[in-house]
Protein backbone atom coordinates (compact mmCIF):
# COMPACT_ATOMS: atom_id res chain seq x y z
CA UNK A 1 0.00 0.00 0.00
CA UNK A 2 1.18 3.30 -0.62
CA UNK A 3 0.21 6.42 0.16
CA UNK A 4 -0.80 9.34 -1.97
CA UNK A 5 2.15 12.07 -3.50
CA UNK A 6 0.07 14.72 -2.38
CA UNK A 7 2.75 17.23 -3.86
CA UNK A 8 2.45 15.54 -7.29
CA UNK A 9 -1.40 15.22 -7.00
CA UNK A 10 -1.14 19.17 -6.75
CA UNK A 11 1.22 19.82 -9.95
CA UNK A 12 -0.60 17.51 -11.77
CA UNK A 13 -4.01 19.55 -11.13
CA UNK A 14 -1.91 22.54 -11.95
CA UNK A 15 -0.63 20.90 -15.30
CA UNK A 16 -4.65 20.34 -16.07
CA UNK A 17 -5.66 23.53 -15.24
CA UNK A 18 -3.32 25.45 -17.79
CA UNK A 19 -4.38 22.18 -20.49
CA UNK A 20 -7.42 23.67 -19.77
CA UNK A 21 -6.76 27.05 -20.47
CA UNK A 22 -7.92 27.71 -17.14
CA UNK A 23 -5.69 31.08 -16.56
CA UNK A 24 -5.37 30.83 -12.21
CA UNK A 25 -4.44 32.96 -9.92
CA UNK A 26 -4.10 31.98 -6.26
CA UNK A 27 -5.82 28.77 -6.23
CA UNK A 28 -6.23 27.20 -3.35
CA UNK A 29 -6.47 23.32 -2.92
CA UNK A 30 -8.06 20.96 -0.90
CA UNK A 31 -7.68 16.87 -0.92
CA UNK A 32 -9.98 14.78 0.85
CA UNK A 33 -8.54 11.03 0.77
CA UNK A 34 -9.81 7.89 1.65
CA UNK A 35 -9.54 4.03 0.76
CA UNK A 36 -11.77 2.39 -1.96
CA UNK A 37 -11.93 -0.90 -3.03
CA UNK A 38 -12.31 -2.05 -6.52
CA UNK A 39 -12.99 -5.25 -8.73
CA UNK A 40 -9.89 -5.34 -10.25
CA UNK A 41 -6.10 -4.55 -10.07
CA UNK A 42 -6.72 -1.78 -12.58
CA UNK A 43 -8.47 0.03 -9.96
CA UNK A 44 -11.07 3.00 -11.65
CA UNK A 45 -9.01 2.61 -14.94
CA UNK A 46 -11.76 0.93 -17.05
CA UNK A 47 -11.88 2.54 -19.79
CA UNK A 48 -9.92 -0.08 -22.44
CA UNK A 49 -10.94 -3.07 -21.23
CA UNK A 50 -7.27 -3.24 -19.63
CA UNK A 51 -5.05 -5.56 -18.12
CA UNK A 52 -6.38 -4.99 -14.35
CA UNK A 53 -6.49 -8.93 -12.51
CA UNK A 54 -9.22 -10.08 -11.56
CA UNK A 55 -8.43 -9.87 -7.76
CA UNK A 56 -10.52 -7.34 -5.09
CA UNK A 57 -7.87 -4.41 -4.97
CA UNK A 58 -7.92 -1.49 -2.47
CA UNK A 59 -6.10 1.98 -3.02
CA UNK A 60 -6.81 5.19 -2.33
CA UNK A 61 -8.67 7.67 -3.74
CA UNK A 62 -8.04 11.33 -3.77
CA UNK A 63 -10.77 14.15 -4.62
CA UNK A 64 -8.94 17.51 -4.81
CA UNK A 65 -10.86 20.45 -4.69
CA UNK A 66 -9.86 23.40 -6.18
CA UNK A 67 -11.00 26.90 -5.87
CA UNK A 68 -9.77 29.94 -7.26
CA UNK A 69 -9.55 33.76 -7.27
CA UNK A 70 -10.71 36.08 -10.66
CA UNK A 71 -9.78 39.88 -10.67
CA UNK A 72 -13.42 41.56 -10.64
CA UNK A 73 -13.31 45.74 -10.65
CA UNK A 74 -9.92 45.73 -9.44
CA UNK A 75 -10.53 43.31 -6.63
CA UNK A 76 -9.44 39.94 -6.21
CA UNK A 77 -12.76 37.50 -5.45
CA UNK A 78 -12.74 33.94 -5.49
CA UNK A 79 -14.52 32.08 -8.01
CA UNK A 80 -17.87 30.90 -8.47
CA UNK A 81 -16.56 27.71 -10.04
CA UNK A 82 -15.12 24.55 -8.26
CA UNK A 83 -12.69 22.39 -9.78
CA UNK A 84 -12.63 18.93 -9.01
CA UNK A 85 -9.95 16.15 -9.72
CA UNK A 86 -10.15 12.57 -9.30
CA UNK A 87 -6.85 10.40 -8.86
CA UNK A 88 -7.01 6.82 -7.88
CA UNK A 89 -3.36 6.19 -6.50
CA UNK A 90 -0.96 9.17 -7.65
CA UNK A 91 -2.67 9.04 -11.32
CA UNK A 92 -5.53 11.38 -12.21
CA UNK A 93 -8.84 9.75 -13.52
CA UNK A 94 -10.71 12.64 -14.49
CA UNK A 95 -11.94 16.48 -13.74
CA UNK A 96 -15.13 17.97 -13.69
CA UNK A 97 -15.65 21.81 -12.88
CA UNK A 98 -19.32 22.16 -10.74
CA UNK A 99 -20.24 18.43 -10.92
CA UNK A 100 -23.42 17.04 -10.74
CA UNK A 101 -24.91 16.23 -7.29
CA UNK A 102 -24.70 12.18 -7.83
CA UNK A 103 -20.77 13.40 -7.71
CA UNK A 104 -21.13 14.90 -3.70
CA UNK A 105 -23.36 12.21 -3.20
CA UNK A 106 -20.81 9.58 -3.92
CA UNK A 107 -17.91 12.08 -2.42
CA UNK A 108 -20.04 11.92 1.05
CA UNK A 109 -19.86 7.78 0.76
CA UNK A 110 -16.64 7.68 -0.27
CA UNK A 111 -17.20 5.63 -3.01
CA UNK A 112 -16.33 7.34 -6.68
CA UNK A 113 -17.44 6.51 -9.79
CA UNK A 114 -14.73 4.89 -11.99
CA UNK A 115 -13.54 6.40 -15.00
CA UNK A 116 -16.08 5.35 -17.36
CA UNK A 117 -19.09 5.92 -15.23
CA UNK A 118 -17.42 9.55 -14.56
CA UNK A 119 -19.84 11.33 -17.13
CA UNK A 120 -22.35 10.57 -14.61
CA UNK A 121 -21.15 13.36 -12.62
CA UNK A 122 -21.47 16.03 -15.29
CA UNK A 123 -23.45 18.62 -14.11
CA UNK A 124 -25.24 21.49 -15.89
CA UNK A 125 -22.75 23.97 -15.62
CA UNK A 126 -19.67 21.98 -16.52
CA UNK A 127 -17.84 23.28 -18.92
CA UNK A 128 -17.09 21.79 -22.21
CA UNK A 129 -13.25 21.44 -21.98
CA UNK A 130 -13.40 19.60 -18.80
CA UNK A 131 -10.63 17.02 -19.27
CA UNK A 132 -11.35 13.50 -18.97
CA UNK A 133 -8.14 10.94 -19.65
CA UNK A 134 -9.11 8.32 -22.22
CA UNK A 135 -11.52 10.55 -23.66
Request: with cysteine.
Amino acid sequence: MTYPNYELIEYICREKMEEMCLKIKYPIFKMDTFWQTWSSTALGFDTNGGCGGQAMTSAYTTVVEMDWYIKENNNWVLSEDTLYAVFFGNEIAYMYINPSNEFYHDLEHRCMKSQTESTKYIGEDDYPQCLNEGD
